[in-house]
């Protein structure tokens, strides 16, 4: 039976109600068994409820805008060829659709008919776009003086916008208060986003003919692809379908590197750190409520945390788009930690990485890095 369990006291809850964190302030994981008929999938569409047995929502909860099975393509990255997921082809440009139709469905499933979330980023256009689809309504908490950017197709999809002075914490924290009586649709909080980012892992292995990869190579902000794939690879490991983990390699941007310092330091949880503004806006999370449980299973995998320069990221981001690839700036720190990567890895070694999120989600800015001028 599928159940919250918590992770620090190790309570468990029903998945009947929502919930989002235990009473004792602590995150909640899923308890959920997975099972796969590789004959069954044969003859079902190519988007991630393939699936099905494996996610923990009841089989009539499906709710798709045709996400994912995304390409995997080879990609010369790092002197050689890499195999590259292009997740920046999702119905709202980034790979958050995976965490948002799983998550949404299950509160449709529940009858939720409003949620609430705070981010300004991909995860509020994902969250906004499943919403609209399920026809839930949608609130999401966005901090007042944040850049116009993404907000505009958050509102587009019909959500409500709230805008909340002070940090980014104060942002959280009316959430979190709204969260009291509404579903919290919270990408970082809600395990069942994890349980849809982890259908990445999933598509990997059945795209290379039910094998596992030698390493992957993900962003690290607040984890969601990062935890999500580990999930999803311990998962295939316990189903016989890979025989070992792949080593998950971790990418931050050196501005904001809370968990590579951490990693380097052999430290458990996460140092307080001073940062710096990066391109790589989207993975720019000074405190990771997750950070623990993403050192932790980066760790475990033998992998390790990469930090990538701001030079480094603008030269990857030009070197893609000069393939035919138009990438978020964000996405080009994760090609950039893959270039170093690859250029130390045996090369017998299978390496994939992705492409997170659509170029033209910056359209407002691709002028000026293409061209260094204003
Ligand atoms: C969400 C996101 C990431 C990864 O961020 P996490 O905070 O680790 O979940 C990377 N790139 C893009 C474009 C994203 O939207
Ligand atoms: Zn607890």
């Not at 006291?9 to 998945?15: A, H, I, L």
């Amino acid at each position: 039976m599928t159940e919250f369990v918590c992770r620090v006291c190790r309570d468990r809850f029903s998945v009947d109600t929502p919930r989002w964190q235990c009473d004792c302030g602590g995150l909640l994981d899923l308890d959920f068994t997975p099972s796969l008929d590789l004959e069954a999938l044969k003859g079902r569409p190519a988007t991630l409820w393939r699936y099905r047995e494996a996610l923990p929502v009841p089989e009539v909860a499906d709710l798709t805008l045709g996400e994912g099975f995304t390409p995997m393509l080879r990609v010369e990255i790092g002197g050689r060829e890499v195999l590259v997921k292009q997740e920046h082809l999702f119905p709202t440009g980034s790979y958050k659709d995976r965490g948002a139709t799983v998550m949404i469905a299950m509160a449709a499933h529940l009858g939720v008919d409003n949620v609430v979330e705070d981010s300004s980023g991909n995860a509020g256009c994902a969250v906004a776009a499943y919403c609209a689809k399920a026809k839930i309504g949608c609130r999401i908490f966005v901090p007042a003086d944040n850049s116009p950017g993404k907000l505009g197709q958050i509102e587009l999809y019909g959500a409500d916008l709230v805008r909340v002075k002070g940090s980014r914490e104060d942002t959280a924290t009316a959430c979190m208060e709204a969260a009291g009586d509404t579903f919290y649709a919270s990408h970082v909080y809600n395990p069942y986003f994890f349980h849809g980012t982890k259908t990445f892992a999933y598509e990997v292995v059945e795209q290379l003919g039910w094998k596992g990869p030698d390493a992957v190579v993900l962003p690290a902000g607040n984890g969601t692809l990062l935890l999500g794939a580990y999930i999803g690879f311990s998962e295939l490991l316990s189903l016989g379908l890979i025989e070992k983990m792949p080593k998950l390699i971790a990418v931050q941007a050196a501005g904001c590197a809370p968990l590579c310092a951490s990693f380097d330091k052999g430290k458990v949880e996460v140092d307080a750190i001073e940062s710096l503004p990066t391109l790589a806006e989207g993975i720019a999370i000074v405190r990771p409520e997750r950070g623990p449980q993403m050192l932790d299973a980066v760790r475990e995998t033998g992998g390790q945390f990469l930090a990538v320069s701001e030079e480094e990221i603008l030269a990857a981001f030009n070197d893609m788009a000069r393939k035919g690839y138009c990438i978020e700036p964000t996405s080009a720190a994760v090609i950039a930690g893959t270039a170093i990567y690859a250029a130390v890895a045996d090369l017998e070694d299978i390496i994939v990485t992705m492409f997170t999120g659509h170029g033209l989600k910056a359209g407002d800015k691709l002028h000026t890095l293409a061209t260094g001028k204003p």
